[in-house]
């Protein structure tokens, strides 16, 4: 499945990392006598791109679970609720549905709705310990496999093993609402 995708900073923190590598590039071009301190400039810009991309990437990631700051367990419930609710719809019309539109709600739902409750781990863990972030997500990681075989079975072709795939992934994201 397609990752995430990258925030502004994250984006313009991966050109300053190609820029800073094509500089070491072309010190080091003229081999075998490289300009070192051509070299050292590249890789301090490589480096100031990674500390940008990894500020940036904190920053999504505290966005994304801004919910979860002062009620997390309630906010992995209702994500947990909304992937349910929009699972059993993209099953709803599974049967009709063009395979493509079966493939992007698949993705859609572990990109919103599973990757929020991953991301949110630390707050959830924080406020109310580990096992309680774990008796959620088992279930829950287990039908986002689930959707991710739907994903890949309506990406192949296979309506049959799509909408197996749903219901079982219905199945487990139903013992995760159960769960915490």
Known sequence: MEAAKKSAGEHAASWVQYLGMTVAMLG???????????VAVGILILCAGILWARRARASTTAQSAEGAREKPLDYARQRVTEALERTRALRATAES???????AGAEAIVRECVEAVAKA????????GFNAYAEIMT?????ERWLNRAWSAASDGHRGEATHSLDRAIEHIERATRAG
Not at 28 to 38: C, L, V, Y
Not at 97 to 103: F, G, K, M, V, W
Not at 121 to 128: K, M, P, R, S, V
């Open 97 to 103: 549905a063009e395979l493509t539109a079966i493939a």
């Open 139 to 143: 279930p829950f990681a287990a039908g």
């Open 28 to 38: 080091g071009a003229t081999w075998p006598a490289p300009k070192w301190s051509i």
């Open 121 to 128: 781990q630390e707050a959830i863990a924080a406020a109310h």
